[in-house]
């Protein structure tokens, strides 16, 4: 009758037991089709705001306005100048204010010639034919498929090369008749974040990506690290959804129907030749899809948990029953003992214990259960040790500087190549601060990506000076990301530094040419502006003797002389800003009352009735190269009558004496013009830099030289509505026997009345 009893006791339980494992199935299934669905949910989002920024740019009336114009054929040089030059600044703001804008173009919708762009290299290809420019000459906006660029282009690293994986977004320029333009925008993909890796901090094997119709990923996997034996620059378009050891794609690719989500819990071989279950998911208005997947030992692992313990229940259940019935049986009591020590040992963490048993009854079936159960316990062992050795052949053997630092900015390991580029040995480095290695300058910038690293938890190529053991300095790229224990507590952070000395050593040799060039360029103009001053003094010095000799001019004769007389001046003037600016001639220091050089200045420009000079009431001697310094004056002095232009107004000259401590001279210079907008004055001393019909953009540029070649400064306040103020700083006389002489400046004097 006991034996009996075991029927419906044994049913029971084998119903729990299965119930409890579909359960625990059904909760993995729901949670990896959710996780995958997140994942493609927020990449929808993420792109539609995307387009929603684009079309906000495209819709903006003045873009639409200076597009239209650009197109135009009758357009002057020099409105298309203009017109370039405020599309540009508008389009540079959008950049600055969506750091995942990489650059803009404008395209002829008629022939899809590129006719506008912000990138530095030119684009080269016609998007015509392409289907997201299709779509904008239907008044849509369209997406692009991710595809290698075939024009040069920065890449993630901010190096320019061609293949760097790249998504467009087109949108129509409406205007009021039909479409002026299709601005295209290029989108730096390796900004989409889909916000799943919060979801699986349960799972130390999870790894979540997006992948393309063709099984490209277009977003890099977890686990990074693993990968580069697989890929050349980066994983995504290189790397695919095959099997690593049988060429196939994927069997979770397989599933994706591109309409719902597609599920595989029964395991499958992926790209990195691991046994995974995964969950794959469309994204909206793309042929892309989102992938989830989990190591399948380490999802299964609670469901292998709860068949130990529900086995075990069950066997023990059975096991008590059956003790009953042969209470006196000896062969009955060993197996219990033996399935006790097994389960204690496993507790323990001893996997490899082995149960001999015999028979084909209850207890022998448990017995081969709880094998099967620490032979999967040891396979995920083995598994979660093999991970970790790969981990640290990849962290010592990497090309980068690697380090691992604690909470509290304290380096616990690093690899060889990071030893080597410090001078250190390890056991040097392993116990010091990452603040011993960034140089002194630096300080500051070090401990702000300390804690910006605390507050977010990474940071990307920050470019910091590091220090070498004997003390010479190199640049280097700086990344970091959490670092976490089993328990998913952050315990510290994993960094890679990469040394970018050669890089920037290119970029001194470029700068190095440029200023070649530009010198060159500069004695070149130089010598055209000389050249045409003679001849322009002629033409000057002979219309005035013709206008002496004519007399009783009638009206329209005497404007004709006026724009004659104008015109002269006008060029006089910029030949001069030109001639001031590229011509380099020592400063020759000599005592010097402002008054006078002020009123040598004022005998120099023709002031308008309208307006009044208010000059300084005192007077201060300070040592300066007087023609030079007239020059200054008469550029500021000229810009303020030009600014106050046809109203009436006043330029005030004030000297304030004994500034700073007693060691300058300040000089204002202050007029009631318009005033210049706070977008303007960020540019003002900018050379070739003006926003007048008739200026050269040189004139405060050359101000600005002189000033510092005698060892002051100059500054501008203005207020819109108020007016304009120049604020001259230069030495007072005492002071030049302790300035220090700047290169270049070897050969200056000072004479001593």
């Not at 089993?486 to 040419?513: C, F, M, P, V, W």
């Not at 202050?670 to 004055?681: A, E, K, L, N, S």
Request: net charge negative; charged share 25%; hydrophobic share 35%.
């Amino acid at each position: 009758m006991l034996l009996l009893s075991l029927i419906p006791v044994t049913f029971i339980s084998i119903n729990l037991y299965v119930d409890k494992i579909n359960t625990e199935t059904d909760s993995l299934k729901n949670r990896l089709v959710s996780i995958s669905g997140i994942g493609a949910d927020n990449t929808a989002d993420w792109i539609s705001e995307r387009k929603q920024n684009i079309e906000e740019i495209a819709k903006n009336p003045l873009v639409i306005a200076e597009t239209k114009n650009l197109l135009k054929s009758n357009v002057e040089d020099r409105e298309l100048f203009l017109t370039k030059s405020s599309l540009e600044k508008r389009f540079i703001i959008a950049l600055e204010n969506h750091k995942w804008l990489e650059d803009l173009r404008i395209s002829n919708p008629d022939t899809g010639e590129v006719f506008f762009y912000t990138s530095i290299i030119p684009p080269k290809t016609n998007l015509k034919e392409t289907k997201h420019f299709q779509d904008a000459l239907e008044g849509k906006t369209g997406i692009s498929d991710v595809y290698a660029s075939e024009d040069i282009m920065k890449n993630e690293y901010g190096d320019y090369e061609k293949g760097v994986p790249t998504l467009l977004i087109s949108t129509p320029i409406q205007g009021e008749v039909g479409i002026e333009g299709i601005l295209t925008a290029r989108v730096d993909i390796f900004q989409m974040d889909s916000g799943v890796l919060k979801h699986l901090k349960d799972f130390s094997s999870a790894d979540a990506f997006i992948v393309n119709s063709e099984g490209y990923l277009l977003s890099k996997p977890a686990f990074t690290n693993s990968i580069w034996d697989l890929i050349e620059k980066r994983p995504e378009l290189e790397l695919q959804l095959f099997n690593a050891d049988s060429k196939m794609i994927d069997r979770i690719f397989h599933n994706a129907n591109g309409k719902e989500p597609a599920l595989n819990i029964d395991g499958y071989e992926n790209y990195m030749g691991n046994i995974v279950v995964g969950s794959i998911s469309p994204i909206k208005e793309t042929n892309w899809s989102f992938v989830t997947e989990v190591n399948k030992n380490e999802a299964f692992y609670h469901i292998y948990l709860d068949q130990i313990v529900l086995l075990s229940s069950i066997g023990i259940i059975m096991v008590l029953v059956t003790g009953i019935s042969f209470y006196f049986t000896s062969s009955l009591i060993r197996p219990i003992k033996n399935l006790k020590l097994v389960t204690e040992q496993i507790k323990a963490g001893n996997l490899d214990i082995k149960i001999n048993s015999s028979g084909n009854d209850e207890i022998h079936d448990l017995t081969v259960s709880f094998d099967s159960m620490a032979k999967s316990l040891k396979e995920a062992q083995t598994l979660q040790k093999s991970t970790l050795k790969k981990y640290q052949e990849l962290y010592e053997k990497s090309p980068g500087l690697n380090r691992t630092i604690n909470m509290d900015g304290i380096i616990i390991d690093c690899n060889k190549p990071y030893a080597d580029a410090f001078g250190y040995t390890k056991d040097e480095i392993i116990g010091k601060s990452i603040f011993d290695f960034a140089s002194e300058k630096d300080q500051d910038n070090i401990k702000e990506s300390f804690e910006i690293w605390k507050k977010t938890g990474h940071v990307i190529n920050r470019e910091i000076m590091f220090k070498r053991k004997n003390g010479s300095y190199f640049p280097g790229l700086l990344s970091a990301n959490d670092l976490f224990d089993e328990n998913g507590n952050r315990i510290g952070s994993n960094t890679i530094i990469r040394d970018i000395s050669d890089i920037r050593n290119a970029q001194e040799e470029i700068k190095e040419l440029k200023l070649q060039r530009l010198s060159t360029i500069g004695e070149l103009t130089a010598r055209i502006a000389h050249d045409m001053r003679n001849p322009l003094t002629v033409i000057k010095n002979i219309a005035q003797v013709i206008k002496t000799d004519l007399k009783n001019l009638d009206k329209e004769s005497e404007e004709n002389w006026s724009r004659l007389e104008r015109g002269i001046y006008r060029m006089s003037y910029q030949i001069d800003d030109v001639l001031n600016y590229v011509r380099e001639s020592p400063i020759m220091k000599q005592p010097t009352k402002i008054s006078v050089i002020l009123q040598d200045v004022l005998e120099r420009i023709i002031i308008p009735e309208r307006i009044k000079i208010h000059l300084p009431k005192n007077d201060v001697t300070i040592a300066c190269d007087t023609e030079k310094l007239q020059v200054v004056f008469v550029n500021l002095i000229m810009n303020a009558i030009q600014a106050i232009d046809k109203n009436e107004g006043k330029i005030t000259i004030s000297v304030k004496d004994n500034y700073d401590n007693g060691k300058y001279v300040l000089i204002e210079i202050w007029d009631t013009g318009p005033g210049v907008p706070p977008h303007i004055i960020q540019n003002i001393f900018d050379p070739l830099f003006t926003t007048k019909q008739i200026g050269t953009g040189l004139g405060l540029s050359s101000c600005k030289n002189i000033v510092e070649k005698h060892g002051g400064t100059i500054n501008v306040l203005s207020t819109v509505g108020k007016g304009t103020s120049f604020l001259i700083k230069l030495p007072r006389l005492s002071e030049w026997d302790t300035l220090p002489e700047k290169e270049g400046e070897q050969n200056m004097k000072i004479s001593k009345g």
